[in-house]
């Protein structure tokens, strides 16, 4: 039971703690040394990535032999519920990694120009992955808002990076919304305690057996507060009113890294609805599930209403995110629903794909946009960018001199407008998900899962399945008139001379895109890959026992405020082990 | 003490609500910190209430933790303190550039048509 010999041991924090000792090295560097820090920063995303490589092996190495193997590493050595601990799974493995895939390419776009207007953007990015991956990572809730805050924090600062009015205006809001969600995950976190006695996520879900109305009832709110707070950072739709207008004012670079934010707060989503209030929990089984689905279906409608109704491209990303967002919402809550894996499956193979586009997506478009003669029908009192150079564009300082200095880009070599109209055509195809693109295979595998695994229960599917697949296919047919219409107008309707782009630009583009390509033609193995970590989250139990294996000695001598009979707890724990 | 800290703990939290939802961004600020105030005592209250407990046990031996104060929502609360202390300042920075830039202090950076 002890898996201290299978987990990778030291290996497992490395995603953390590498990012963080880079961008404080950073730090020591004077800022005009941008080169310098640009290179540090991608050693670092590139040593992130060998240690998710060799983590995720050895989830699924080990994943061949006994099911699935949850991989355990205590901070500072503490006994398990009362120390924090960072918990490695097949869902935690993937999501380092793709943070990882997503960084490198963002990092080599701030290289054309946009990591010189403003100060310390590659600390600040090197601190965002930390937190990123911390979030990822952990298994105890408050280090979880530990991780958060820290991810929140490099995130104000990057989304304020290169400054400028309308900027500073969307940070202000972006920042009320998330201080105040910060309120709600405290409350949230506070009120877990106050019942169960414990913030470690797999030892929640086990003192929850043994909770009395009154408790649970106190719980459940718990439980909705949090919900409130992650379901703000996913962007889930009346909470979601911040996200266009802050994603469409960030620089594209940083745009692109905090798309996968908003996978943050699905993640926790899904690990907490389906660890703790999953379909072993007893009276609470299935508690928000509704929600996420009701939630779910309407944020993709307002996702598609969104991209149709806004003129300007980079808040049209901001509306990608939100049905991106929905989708995978939707799945969680049926999953947690009784939906089967083979939906949830499909979600998180949608997930990885639909990133990784929304990522290139916040890429592309402000190079395609730039001196669009169409845009400055916007009324945000945006002057329409006529600026040929990718240097002064969009680049107001306020008037303190906060910054000195910009570098070149790293190389000037441009390249052909046809060249854009390609990558744009291949973003948008995978956005609104057209057949050889991971979006259709993802669908297609959500729709197949939804029919497969509900459809001989009762005969017919439920109908709120029916929206769903209807919602799936809609918003891609509202993603894709939205792209088209631009497309249209922007590549082949419009005169004049075509804006400078530099290849420095399109590189990270072509490199999520071959990234895209490669998710289709390993379609089979990454399915494989989510359909058994689905099965994984579907069984909580594998991941609480892998957790408090070590846990029966600690609790000998209860605290007072501990969860009731913490034997009969352990009893428990092994009951459900021998039901493996 | 129950009812005080339950009074004081609503008090805070329903006026940060009201003042985070005004129009000034010094209204909202000053309603982030009512409302944190507020829920770093709602954290301390979780841990239930003590009067003169010491949160920390001494060394060696099996002590009767009945005695003794919850050290974790303690702690809890410092972190949280900590963190929300800096990231009010830091919202406090953008919302002065915001009134630099924008000339209003209006949330929305422009004043609302008459």
Not at chain 1, 193 to 198: A, I, L, S
């Amino acid at each position: 039971m002890m898996n201290e010999g299978i987990a990778p041991n030291h290996l497992m924090i490395a995603p953390i703690l590498v990012p963080l000792v880079a961008g404080a090295i950073m730090l020591f560097y004077n800022d005009r040394n941008r080169q310098t820090k640009l290179v540090m920063g991608l050693v670092a995303v590139g040593l992130t990535f060998l240690a998710s490589v060799e983590l995720m092996a050895g989830v699924k190495s080990a994943g061949e032999q006994a099911g699935t193997v949850v991989g355990l590493y205590r901070l500072g050595d503490w006994p398990v519920p009362i120390g924090i601990v960072l918990v490695l799974d097949r869902l935690s493995a993937m999501m380092v990694m793709l943070t990882a895939l997503l960084a490198a390419p963002s990092l080599i776009y701030a290289a054309a120009g946009w990591h010189g207007k403003g100060q310390h953007y590659h600390s600040m990015f090197q601190f965002l992955l930390a937190g990123v991956n911390g979030a990822f990572l952990t298994g105890d809730l408050f280090n979880l808002f530990v991780f958060f805050e820290v991810m929140l924090a490099a995130s104000y600062g990057l989304m304020l990076h290169g400054s400028g009015p309308e900027r500073i205006k969307a940070g202000l809001h972006y920042i009320a919304v998330n201080l105040a969600a910060s309120l709600f995950f405290l409350i949230g976190v506070a009120l877990v305690y106050g019942t169960t006695g414990t913030l470690n996520m797999a030892d929640i879900g086990r003192a929850l057996y043994w909770l009395d109305d009154a408790e649970r009832m106190l719980f459940h709110a718990a439980a909705a507060f949090l919900g409130l707070a992650f379901l703000i950072k996913a962007a889930a739709w009346p909470l979601c009113f911040w996200l266009p207008p802050t994603y469409g004012a960030a620089s594209p670079p940083a745009a692109a890294i905090m798309a996968i934010m908003t996978k943050v707060g699905i993640y926790v989503i899904l690990r907490l609805s389906l660890l703790v209030l999953g379909p072993d929990a007893g009276p609470s089984a299935g508690f928000g599930a509704p929600a996420l689905m009701i939630g779910g279906v309407l944020t993709m409608g307002f996702g598609m209403i969104g991209i149709l109704g806004t003129p300007e491209l980079t808040r049209k990303g901001g509306y990608l995110a939100i049905i991106s967002s929905g989708t995978v919402l939707a799945a969680v809550g049926f999953a947690q629903a009784g939906g089967g894996p083979g939906m949830l499956g499909g979600a998180l193979y949608y997930m990885v794909g639909s990133t990784a586009a929304i990522s290139a997506f916040f890429l592309i478009a402000e190079p395609v946009s730039r001196g669009d003669a169409g845009k400055d029908e916007n009324d945000d009192g945006a002057p329409a960018e006529d600026v040929a150079d990718p240097l002064s564009e969009r680049w107001a300082p306020m008037g303190l001199d906060t910054v000195e200095d910009m570098t070149t880009p790293a190389s000037t070599r441009t390249v052909s407008w046809l060249t854009m109209a390609m990558c744009f055509a291949l973003v948008a195809a995978m956005i609104a998900g057209l057949p050889p693109m991971p979006g259709f295979i993802g669908k297609f595998a959500i729709l197949q899962g939804a029919v497969q695994d509900n459809l001989h229960t009762s005969g017919a599917l439920p109908v709120i399945l029916w929206i769903y697949a209807a919602m799936l296919i809609l918003s891609g047919l509202g993603a894709l008139i939205a792209l088209m219409r631009f497309g249209i107008r922007r590549f082949w309707a419009e005169e004049g001379p075509t804006p400078r782009i530099l290849a420095l630009e399109v590189i990270p583009v072509v490199l999520l895109l071959a990234m895209i390509a490669l998710q289709t033609v390993r379609a089979d193995a990454l399915l494989n890959y989510t359909r058994a970590t689905a099965l994984a989250l579907l069984e909580p139990g594998i991941y609480r026992n892998a957790v408090l294996a070590g846990a029966q000695d600690v609790r000998a001598a209860p605290a007072q405020n501990s969860a009731p009979d913490p034997t009969a707890a352990d009893d428990a724990g092994q009951d459900q082990e021998g039901g493996e | 003490m129950e009812l005080i800290l339950a009074l004081a703990i609503g008090v805070l939290c329903g006026s940060g609500v009201w003042l985070i939802l005004r129009p000034r961004s010094y209204q909202v600020i000053v309603g982030l910190c009512l409302l944190a105030y507020g829920v770093n005592l709602f954290i301390f209250a979780m841990g239930r209430l003590y009067i003169g407990a010491a949160p920390i046990m001494p060394k060696g031996g099996f002590v009767d933790p009945t005695a003794y104060a919850d050290p974790l929502p303690q702690s809890l609360v410092l972190t949280a303190i900590v963190i929300s202390f800096a990231t009010t300042a830091l919202f406090l920075v953008v919302m002065i550039a915001a009134r630099g830039v924008a000339g209003t202090d209006h949330v929305d950076g422009r004043e609302r048509r008459p």
